[in-house]
């Protein structure tokens, strides 16, 4: 069972993310079910939501991060175990050493820590 402080983190980040629901969902249809033509499917690059930054690449992060990455998207990562980004950057993705950096140069950026320890050093 979730506990209720997990459970209010995931309604927090769902109503933040909704203003990128749309296009985010719409890239993520097109890359699980038409991967080959999901970026000729899609308009304009600058259409395309901005810089994204993914902390925390365990269960959830790192699919997540994976499928923008693949759509198109500008993705930086950041793990405390820097070996779970290795996949990441190896399809694109760009690294940055602390999550403070990550943040920084993020126009939007999720975190799916355990805690919020987590993000400090």
């Not at 994976?66 to 690294?95: M, P």
């Not at 140069?105 to 999720?110: I, K, L, N, R």
């Amino acid at each position: 069972m979730l506990q209720p402080k997990v459970l209010l983190f995931f309604f927090y980040f769902l109503k933040f993310a909704g203003f990128l629901r749309n296009k985010i969902t719409f890239i993520l249809h097109l890359t699980k079910y038409h991967p080959s033509q999901a970026r000729a499917n899609l308009k304009a690059a600058d259409e395309l939501p901005g810089r994204i930054g993914f902390l925390g690449l365990g269960i959830m992060g790192s699919p997540m991060a994976q499928n923008l990455i693949k759509a198109g998207c500008d993705v930086t990562v950041w793990n405390r175990t820097k070996s779970k980004c290795d996949a990441l950057i190896n399809l694109g993705a760009k690294y940055k050493p602390s999550p403070e950096e990550v943040a920084a140069s993020c126009d939007v950026t999720f975190a799916m820590l355990a805690d919020p320890e987590s993000a400090v050093h």
